[in-house]
């Protein structure tokens, strides 16, 4: 099964803040990455696909990049709805596999 | 436009099983796939396998061999999801979503609809 590891595991930020989680693959997976977000007692929430493709109706400020092994995501510009955890995950190959997950709380 | 309900909550012994519904609704044509995804308390997201009901073709993850069984019934547009031999460790939220194929350069799965979650708690 391929790892996905992503850091950091937590992140403190304020609003306005610019965020960046980064999520690695233990082996090549192209572009084959997805990133969600999910809220506390809610479903994930598609974000990004294929690396750097925003979903319909997500907002702009969120970014993705990467290709291979290493992948970002970016939130330049934090809003109040955006204190969440962030899950990338690889759909390269089954099992598609998560990273653990970075949680983003308020500073 | 495709919506996923799942099946109500579940207290189950140790050793028993469970059998998890996901029913789409809006634009079914049974050519899509459903995707099922665990999540422990406290704990992140685990991929447990996929299902494509128009083809009747599944894979759960090796972890779950033997105790995992991921099924159809096209006639409803219902997805299941089953789980033997329950453990404690399998107390989870279940979730089922559609895997979507994005048409890009080549073609890119990603899960774009989402079912409310299904709570399974295993206890004695």
């Known amino acids: 099964d391929i790892q996905m590891t992503q850091s950091p595991s937590s992140l403190s930020a304020s609003v306005g803040d610019r965020v960046t989680i980064t999520c690695r693959a233990s082996?090549?997976?192209?572009?084959?990455l997805n990133w969600y977000q999910q809220k506390p007692g809610k479903a994930p929430k598609l974000l990004i696909y294929a690396a750097s493709i925003l979903q319909s109706g997500v907002p702009s400020r969120f970014s993705g990049s990467g290709s291979g092994t290493a992948f970002t995501l970016t939130i330049s510009s934090l809003q109040p709805e955006d204190f969440a955890t962030y899950y990338c995950?690889?759909?390269?190959?089954?099992?598609?596999?998560f990273g653990q997950g970075t949680k983003l709380d308020i500073k | 436009q495709v919506h996923l309900v799942q099946s109500g909550a579940e207290v189950k012994e140790p050793g028993s099983s469970v059998k998890v519904s996901c029913k789409a609704s809006?634009?079914?044509?049974?050519?899509?796939?459903i995707t099922w995804v665990r999540q422990a308390p406290g704990q992140g997201l685990e991929w447990m396998g996929r299902i494509t009901p128009g083809l009747r073709v599944g894979y759960h993850a090796q972890k779950f061999q033997g105790r995992v069984t991921i099924t159809a019934d096209t006639s409803t547009s219902t997805a299941y999801m089953e789980i033997s031999s329950l453990r404690s460790e399998d107390t989870a939220v279940y979730y089922c979503?559609?895997?979507?194929?994005?048409?890009?350069?080549?073609?890119?799965?990603?899960?774009?609809?989402w079912g409310q979650g299904t709570t399974v708690i295993v206890s004695s």
């Open positions: 995950q690889q759909s390269n190959s089954f099992p598609y596999t």
């Open positions: 809006g634009d079914t044509s049974n050519n899509y796939t």
């Open positions: 082996q090549s997976i192209s572009r084959y």
């Open positions: 979503a559609r895997l979507h194929t994005f048409l890009l350069t080549g073609y890119f799965y990603a899960m774009d609809v």
